[in-house]
Protein backbone atom coordinates (compact mmCIF):
# COMPACT_ATOMS: atom_id res chain seq x y z
CA UNK A 1 0.00 0.00 0.00
CA UNK A 2 1.08 3.75 -0.89
CA UNK A 3 -0.60 6.82 0.85
CA UNK A 4 -0.13 9.59 -1.52
CA UNK A 5 -0.97 13.20 -0.10
CA UNK A 6 -0.99 16.54 -2.10
CA UNK A 7 -0.70 19.98 -0.80
CA UNK A 8 0.25 23.40 -2.84
CA UNK A 9 -3.09 24.27 -4.51
CA UNK A 10 -4.66 27.46 -3.99
CA UNK A 11 -6.05 30.01 -6.01
CA UNK A 12 -3.74 32.40 -8.42
CA UNK A 13 -4.14 34.98 -11.53
CA UNK A 14 -3.31 33.95 -14.89
CA UNK A 15 0.72 34.43 -15.51
CA UNK A 16 1.41 32.91 -12.04
CA UNK A 17 2.81 30.41 -10.55
CA UNK A 18 2.36 26.83 -8.13
CA UNK A 19 4.38 24.17 -6.98
CA UNK A 20 2.40 20.84 -5.67
CA UNK A 21 3.75 18.48 -3.43
CA UNK A 22 2.94 15.10 -3.31
CA UNK A 23 4.37 13.13 0.06
CA UNK A 24 4.16 9.33 -0.25
CA UNK A 25 3.65 7.05 2.64
CA UNK A 26 3.90 3.18 2.94
CA UNK A 27 6.21 1.10 0.27
CA UNK A 28 9.99 1.99 -1.10
CA UNK A 29 8.83 5.19 -3.21
CA UNK A 30 11.53 4.74 -5.50
CA UNK A 31 9.28 1.34 -6.77
CA UNK A 32 6.66 3.44 -8.31
CA UNK A 33 6.65 6.00 -11.01
CA UNK A 34 5.01 9.15 -10.42
CA UNK A 35 2.16 10.73 -12.44
CA UNK A 36 0.33 13.82 -11.99
CA UNK A 37 -3.73 14.27 -13.44
CA UNK A 38 -6.28 16.93 -13.32
CA UNK A 39 -10.19 16.57 -13.49
CA UNK A 40 -11.75 20.06 -14.35
CA UNK A 41 -15.58 20.22 -13.62
CA UNK A 42 -17.65 17.87 -16.12
CA UNK A 43 -14.03 16.74 -18.04
CA UNK A 44 -12.64 13.23 -17.53
CA UNK A 45 -9.52 13.08 -15.39
CA UNK A 46 -6.35 13.87 -17.63
CA UNK A 47 -2.84 13.23 -17.84
CA UNK A 48 -0.56 16.27 -16.93
CA UNK A 49 2.62 15.12 -16.43
CA UNK A 50 4.44 11.40 -15.41
CA UNK A 51 8.27 10.39 -14.04
CA UNK A 52 10.04 7.56 -13.33
CA UNK A 53 11.38 5.81 -10.91
CA UNK A 54 14.60 6.98 -10.94
CA UNK A 55 13.43 10.62 -12.52
CA UNK A 56 15.34 9.84 -15.63
CA UNK A 57 12.55 9.77 -17.60
CA UNK A 58 10.26 12.34 -18.11
CA UNK A 59 6.75 13.07 -19.88
CA UNK A 60 4.42 16.26 -19.99
CA UNK A 61 0.95 16.39 -21.81
CA UNK A 62 1.15 18.89 -24.72
CA UNK A 63 -0.91 21.33 -22.85
CA UNK A 64 1.39 21.93 -20.12
CA UNK A 65 4.85 21.18 -22.02
CA UNK A 66 7.44 24.14 -21.74
CA UNK A 67 4.97 25.48 -18.65
CA UNK A 68 5.14 22.68 -16.22
CA UNK A 69 7.63 21.12 -14.50
CA UNK A 70 7.61 17.22 -12.47
CA UNK A 71 10.41 16.38 -9.89
CA UNK A 72 11.00 14.13 -7.41
CA UNK A 73 13.03 13.93 -4.29
CA UNK A 74 12.91 9.71 -3.47
CA UNK A 75 14.84 10.58 -0.35
CA UNK A 76 11.97 12.25 0.77
CA UNK A 77 9.50 10.29 -0.60
CA UNK A 78 7.78 12.84 -2.79
CA UNK A 79 7.19 14.01 -6.23
CA UNK A 80 6.56 17.89 -7.31
CA UNK A 81 4.88 19.81 -9.98
CA UNK A 82 5.75 23.19 -10.54
CA UNK A 83 3.27 25.18 -12.94
CA UNK A 84 4.51 28.41 -14.63
CA UNK A 85 2.39 30.78 -16.31
CA UNK A 86 -0.70 29.54 -15.67
CA UNK A 87 -3.92 30.01 -17.15
CA UNK A 88 -7.69 29.68 -16.58
CA UNK A 89 -8.11 26.55 -18.34
CA UNK A 90 -5.07 24.95 -15.67
CA UNK A 91 -8.15 24.98 -12.90
CA UNK A 92 -9.01 21.97 -11.62
CA UNK A 93 -8.49 19.17 -9.13
CA UNK A 94 -4.96 17.99 -9.35
CA UNK A 95 -4.21 14.44 -8.66
CA UNK A 96 -0.92 12.81 -8.27
CA UNK A 97 -1.03 8.83 -8.46
CA UNK A 98 1.57 5.71 -8.62
CA UNK A 99 2.44 3.13 -10.57
CA UNK A 100 5.25 -0.02 -9.92
CA UNK A 101 6.33 -0.26 -13.09
CA UNK A 102 9.28 1.27 -14.83
CA UNK A 103 7.31 2.79 -17.31
CA UNK A 104 5.41 6.15 -17.25
CA UNK A 105 1.84 5.75 -17.61
CA UNK A 106 -0.37 7.73 -18.83
CA UNK A 107 -3.60 6.25 -18.79
CA UNK A 108 -5.58 6.90 -15.08
CA UNK A 109 -6.69 3.35 -15.22
CA UNK A 110 -2.76 2.36 -14.96
CA UNK A 111 -2.27 3.48 -11.37
CA UNK A 112 -2.60 1.43 -8.76
CA UNK A 113 -2.99 4.60 -5.64
CA UNK A 114 -3.96 8.23 -6.01
CA UNK A 115 -4.16 10.95 -3.71
CA UNK A 116 -7.10 12.75 -2.34
CA UNK A 117 -6.41 16.12 -4.83
CA UNK A 118 -5.71 19.66 -4.23
CA UNK A 119 -7.51 22.41 -5.69
CA UNK A 120 -5.81 24.49 -8.26
CA UNK A 121 -7.94 28.06 -9.60
CA UNK A 122 -6.62 30.24 -11.79
CA UNK A 123 -8.42 33.42 -12.18
CA UNK A 124 -8.25 35.97 -15.63
Known amino acids: QVQLVESGGGLVQAGGSLRLSCAAS????????MGWFRQAPGKEREYVAG????????DYADSVKGRFTISRDNAKNTVYLQMNSLKPEDTAVYYC?????????????????WGQGTQVTVSS
Open 97 to 113: AADETVFIPSLPRSYDY
Open 26 to 33: GRTFSRYA
Open 51 to 58: ISRSGVNI
